[in-house]
């Protein structure tokens, strides 16, 4: 068993929630707790690994499939004694997804059909009494297969308010397990893309211990332990699974001769999906993971870099400041290794990047672009095809292709699905687009071409776009392919 904990509509306090009970979980001793996020979320993922010291794994079946849900959750909560997730807005908030009939598909309630699990519903009472049991009953009777299980009263203002909300939901029979206070919300700091990450917060063991200590007080758990225990713990039963679920019969080789990556993991590029990172080990190559604003030179002996998203325009001047790694990675680059970067990677490979301040700080340059901060946030799910097989584009394709390429001996046709996150903007034309992509809205409409997207250039691939490798590890390993390419021209 595991529960889902999800909200009425988005901001009702689920992660606050979440964490409070991973908090009091990892107080147990001898225990693995296990967490999930449903969506494409880096940044709650990171506060849950920080409670828990294991690293979560979000379920996404746009970016992935219903299928990887399922056989991610089943694989990870195995091995755990504890397992919890945590929802994406309100429970039923989801997209019309092409070749799905299902209206709230990458829901949490979507995530609670794949999986068959319950539900805990976070409800926000500030201004409701009597009220609280027509959402509540609503909500539960909306889906027959969803099963709501109990809710957590959040933003309760007294005793005499806990009274009616408790009155009002012992109408319906709805059990409550949790019951917050206002006085007690605990502030995690926020900016333009959500929470500040956990490794810019020096106070978060204070925070941690906090949300203990509210969880210990504002939980029933003597109903809800049983509940978040995982129903199986069989290690050969995970090994099984993850045997399953890693090359998902994609015919893909492992080499035995390792290479080793570098990947830039610190306070300015630290959006990883963990699954991402665990193919590196499964196909044969070593991670080194190093730090582009506090190291004096990049890590030797390597064959590929990976730059993920993250937080570039906050440290732009510290980045701009390490010139000798800004020349390292020039030459490097310049020599032809294999470079993928996603948002926040990209931007650090361009030329310039104009701050949320308007300064213009020098970066790599080794795209011949500026990046800009923008007031408006662009949001959502892309559906990406490599130009060169987009036989129908518009747009122009690249003039050549590297035969490593991760555009090269693709299987046709093929598309992808990613997410897009950022404020920032490319100022300047891009001249080697690597992605034709187009957003839900797009698909609806017959003549809707999309947008080019990304850059491939030299042996650069950077886009805007962040890709789950999960139901894609041939792209993944055609790049790796590029890498070991790249070692052996060397050698």
């Not at 790694?325 to 310039?352: F, H, K, T, W």
């Not at 036989?391 to 122009?396: D, K, T």
């Not at 999309?450 to 886009?463: C, Q």
Request: proline share 5%; hydrophobic share 40%; net charge neutral.
């Amino acid at each position: 068993m595991a529960l889902i904990i999800a909200g009425e509509r988005s901001g009702v306090g689920k992660t606050t929630i979440t964490l409070s009970i991973l908090a009091f979980l990892a107080q147990q001793k001898n225990k693995r707790i296990q967490s999930f996020k449903v969506g494409p979320d880096y940044i709650d993922p990171m506060f849950h690994r920080a409670i828990t010291g294991v690293a979560a794994r979000n379920l996404d079946p746009i970016l992935t499939s219903p299928s990887y849900v399922s056989s991610c959750f089943n694989l990870h909560s195995t091995a755990a004694d504890y397992s919890l997730i945590e929802g994406v807005m309100g429970l039923f908030d989801g997209v019309k997804f092409p070749g799905s009939e299902i209206l709230d598909y990458a829901s949490t309630a979507h995530v609670a059909r794949i999986l068959d699990i319950p539900v805990l519903l976070v409800l926000d009472c500030a201004k409701l009494s009597g009220s609280i049991a027509a959402i509540a009953k609503g909500f539960s009777i909306l889906d027959p297969q969803i099963k709501i299980i109990g809710v957590v009263l959040n933003r309760v203002a007294s005793d005499r308010h806990l009274e009616l909300l408790t009155e009002a939901l012992a109408q319906i029979q709805m059990p409550i397990l949790g019951v917050l206070r206002r006085h007690e919300q605990i502030a995690i700091p926020d900016r333009h893309l959500g929470l500040v990450p956990t490794v810019e917060l020096p106070e978060l063991n204070q925070i941690v211990e906090k949300l203990a200590h509210l969880a210990q007080e504002a939980f029933n758990w003597q109903r809800l332990l049983p509940l978040l225990k995982s129903s199986v713990s069989n290690n050969q039963s995970a090994i099984r699974m993850r045997s399953s679920i890693s090359l998902d019969n994609q015919q893909l080789t492992i080499s035995n001769q390792p290479i080793r990556i570098a990947i830039a993991r610190d306070r300015a590029f630290n959006f990883y999906y963990q699954d991402n990172l665990d193919l590196f080990g499964e196909l044969g190559a070593e991670v080194i993971e190093w730090s582009p604003l506090a190291d004096q030179e990049v890590p030797q002996n390597v064959s590929g870099f990976y730059f993920g998203g993250g937080f570039p325009e906050v440290f732009a001047e510290e980045l701009a400041a390490n010139k000798i790694i800004l020349q390292q990675l020039r030459s490097l680059i310049a020599s032809n290794i294999p470079v993928y970067a996603e948002c926040g990677g990209l931007m650090y490979l361009c030329d310039r990047l104009i701050d949320l301040e308007g300064r213009s700080w020098q970066l790599v340059g080794s795209i011949p672009a500026t990046t800009t901060m923008q007031a408006r946030l662009k949001l959502g799910y892309r559906q990406v095809l490599p130009l060169n097989l987009a036989l129908n584009s518009p747009f122009q394709k690249p003039t050549s292709l590297n035969k490593n390429s991760l555009l090269s001996s693709l299987p046709i046709p093929h598309q992808l699905w990613g997410h897009e996150f950022h404020r920032s903007e490319l100022t300047t034309k891009i001249s080697h687009p690597l992605w034709q992509v187009r957003g839900l809205g797009d698909l609806s409409k017959s003549n809707s071409q999309g947008r080019i997207e990304g850059w491939n250039y030299k042996n650069i691939h950077a886009s805007y776009i962040h890709l789950h490798w999960g139901e894609s590890k041939f792209l993944f390993t055609k790049w790796l392919d590029s890498c070991r390419d790249y070692r052996n021209q060397l050698a």
